[in-house]
């Protein structure tokens, strides 16, 4: 079934078309691909569908409903999450509250939270073991007391990831998660993607441009280019396709 | 998905778990001692034998700045918004109280949650209208709003602009009270107050206020309600001012518009919010005594007192922006991070990264 | 009846528009909301008296040397203060002018004491006809002051090099300065006509309220509101917000009572923003301020 969808969704900003009638599917418990040169217009997309970005014309679905007038916030709720390119954390905090107002969806009652009633406090005691948790499977366990601005870039863009996974997501939407990371870093996040989708089922959704990353852990890709469509398919299928090659490298290699 | 935590990792305690959480409840503990250590010297104080009514009445006029300047810093340093605005919950509180008390003899306890309840509701209406904008016309908006109500005190008949409402003398539970008397019951209101504002902070409900001061794109991104949360923190900081307004006005047994119609209050609290460090619980505490001690020493010389003022806050900005509590804190931050960092051996984990990425 | 309640409206409105615009410049080349821009006013508004009253100097030349001294006030407000913050994060930027309020307020009651005084009146107080009304001449003159700054104010920023070099850096300061523009100086020389426009606004309003250390705080608030109505971007749409609020005040005040006066600013903002948060004129800017 599917888990998200886009259908003809169109972006313009001012005279600049970003997205051109895109059509996305996501289906459950997958690991798809989106790749496209620089400019493309994936953040765009991945805007859109975090709810962060208006469109003209088109529709996004979850599970097949309508998602088109939600806010961001409630796109959480329905079980979505997402990483920025550029890194969104909180810096002067520390990692473990970065990883935790990934969890606010579970916070329960605001009032009894804020009063910090007996219920609530057995709940934010409950979250933060969950936080350690996450922490200990991306290894950051070390850090998180540290505030994030102290941090490596690796170990913040795995401070990224776990805030995603602290909203127990059902899909988490991935932004260029390898950018400028070193070989060893990517294959532990590929291991860590893979762990998450299988063991605990969640669907992802990727963006890369790291190709081989993108082509070992994808189960589908799809390619955009100056914000349309391009192609879609297996790696392997994209790997072959003639304008895929043409978009990326220029001319075709002799 | 299914439960992160069931996955085989949390199950084994690790260093973290251990000798971390220890430590951390110890800085929790050591917090609590100072806190109550410095509420009993406040409740001691009327009791020192050279201690006389006036003392108590300025102490009180201390707490009662202290408390409204929690209010703000709610708002500006844990939230991230900007208000101009706070003396007219100030005023909202004060009048409150004060019609109250006037035509249905109410005593100070609930003329104090009254004052707080009606400048919340106000605060929850402005919130509606504000809140969607950015800093700078928020700002300006608040400021708007300090102005309006400074002009509806001046105008209105029922407020008695100028002339003012004087009020019979303050009573608890039906036991008139003295400056000592009010003195207790302040201190009482900032010692419940202080406790909730400790409680909001570490809460998750403060820490979705703390992202939207940060990230406001990754806050709504992680699933908080940006509308909804800053309404809220909007409302609670209106409430706590306004508690203080009540006190405020009750203390003297008098509101008028010569006192509450202009922004004086307003720009008074920002001042000490910001003086004192609006991002710490207790950087009020400075900040208030601060803004309620100079006219007290300059009763005579108010040009000086402004002058005074803005001195000491251009200099808090540009040596010490984060306040002076953040000054003050810092080698005590500074030590209890080292504890924990020696609790968890962070700094070879750093270096080791350090050297891989 | 109608018709000069206007005129006065549009008279009140253009003195309001100088202040407007002040702030307008300020926070688009600084980001900065100047919250002593009124008490720069203030100050211009005092020196003048006593150039006029104590050294019995001219009209114009008490113009003159009042615009002078503010503009350096301006300048020095940005040397000695602004200059040392200038990266951080806009509420500290707007809390140190809001030190300068307390301190100019200080100084202006310790040197000229509290009490209001009156500015003398340099004008022919026989109203004159125009366009059917009956209009004091001091308005004509304050207008006419106003449209004639305004025409300066766009020549400005067309024509001279200074002038297209601060339209560069309000869009873009870090371009700019990457093109040699020197971005510092152009902040110093915004701020100089903060003070500039400010000496204006004290020396033309002084005649019609009174002079002390409070007096320009209702313009203060009735400025930004105006200027909010240019999107706090937009220098027309700050002056068309200043005289819209000038008629609009007036019109309430003569209709519905001197009481309604004051609020009507406040109205009216609220009104504005709860519609169209980026203001008349104001350019969607996606920049979070």
Known sequence: MSHLRCENVTVCFGGVVACDNINLEVPEGKIIGLIGPNGAGKTTLFNVLNRFQEYETGHTYYREQNVDNKKPHEMIDLGMARTFQNL??????STLDNILIGAHRLIGNAFANMFSLPGARRNEAALVDKAVAIADMLQLSGELDNPVKNLSYGYRKRVELARALAAEPEIILLDEPVAGCNEEATRELVDIVRHVNRNLGVTFLVVEHDMSMVMKVCDYIYVINFGANLADGTPAEVRADADVIAAYLGEATQ | MGDVATSAVAARPTRYNRAVTALKAQFER?????????????LIFPALPFVEGWMA????????????AQGVSILTGFTGLVTVGHGGFLAIGAYTAALLMKYTGL???????????????IGCLLGLIFL????????????GFAFFIGSI???VPIFEGRTGISLPPNTVFGVEIDDFGFYYVCVLALALITLFVYSLIRSGVGRAFKALRDSEKAAESSGVNRLLYRTLAFSISAFITGVAGALNGLIVNYVSAEVYGDIWYSVDLLVAAVVGGSALLFGPFFGGFFVAMVPFYFEELRDFAFILKGVVLIAVLVLAPAGVAEVIARPFRAWRRRLLDKARGSAQTVEAEGARS | MLGQQIMSGLATGSLYALTAVAVVVVFRNTRTINLAQGDFAMMGAFLALVFLKTFELNYYLTVALTVICIMGLGVLTERLI????????WLTLFTATLGVYYILHGISGWIWGRDTKAFPITFDPTPVEVLGTIVS?????????????GVALYLFFQYTKQGIAMRAVTDDPVTAELMGIPVRFIVMLTWAMAGLLAAFAGILIAPIIYVAPEMMDEVLIKGYVAAVFGGLYSIPGAIVGALMIGVAENLAGGYLGAHYKVVTAFVMIVVLLAFRPQGLFGIQRRREI
């Open chain 1, 88 to 93: 969104n954390l909180f810096s002067e905090q």
């Open chain 3, 82 to 89: 602004m200059r040392r913050i200038a990266d951080a994060d």
């Open chain 2, 153 to 155: 005190f001046n105008n």
């Open chain 3, 137 to 149: 001449q001091g308005h004509l003159i304050n207008m006419a002051w106003t449209a004639g700054i």
């Open chain 2, 132 to 143: 969607r904008l950015a800093g700078a016309f928020m700002a300006i908006g608040t400021l």
């Open chain 2, 30 to 42: 050591q917090n609590w001692a100072l806190a109550v250590l410095f509420f009993v010297v406040l």
């Open chain 2, 57 to 68: 009445y300025q102490a009180s006029l201390i707490v009662i700045y202290i408390m409204a």
């Open chain 2, 107 to 121: 005593s100070v306890i609930p003329g104090m949650i009254a004052g707080g309840v009606m400048a919340a509701f």
